[in-house]
C-alpha cells in the first residue's frame, strides 16, 4: 500500500490551515488595533506598522498617509518606520508626479 499521497494529502492540508489560521490571527490582530486607535491617527499609525512588522517577521516597514488637501501637489506622508522593531519617527515625503506612484495611490493598481 503507498502511503504517500495519503502523507502529501495530510501536509498539504495542514499547510492549508495554517495559512487560513495566521490570517484569521492577522485580522483579528488588526481589527482590535483599529478599534482600540482610531482616535490619534500618529498612534494608530505606529501600532498598525509595529504590529504588521513583527506580525509578517519583517525587518522595516513605513506607513504613508495621502495627503491631498491641494489637490494640485498630493503628497504622500511618511507617518511612522520601523526599522529592527525600533521605533523611527521619519518624516518623509513623496510627491505624486511619478505616473506608477499616482497609478497605485489613486487607481489602486499593483506593481512587482
Known sequence: MNL???MKKIKREKLR???ENWAAQGVALFSDI???NN????ELSYEVISNMVKYTNSNQGGIFIL?????NNCI???THAMHSIVRNSLKKELKLERAWLAD???KRKKYF
Open 76 to 78: 504622500l506622508e511618511m
Open 4 to 6: 504517500k499521497k495519503p
Open 39 to 42: 482616535t490619534n491617527l500618529e
Open 34 to 36: 483599529l478599534r482600540k
Open 104 to 106: 497605485v495611490t489613486r
Open 17 to 19: 490551515m495554517n495559512k
Open 67 to 71: 495627503n491631498d488637501n491641494d489637490k
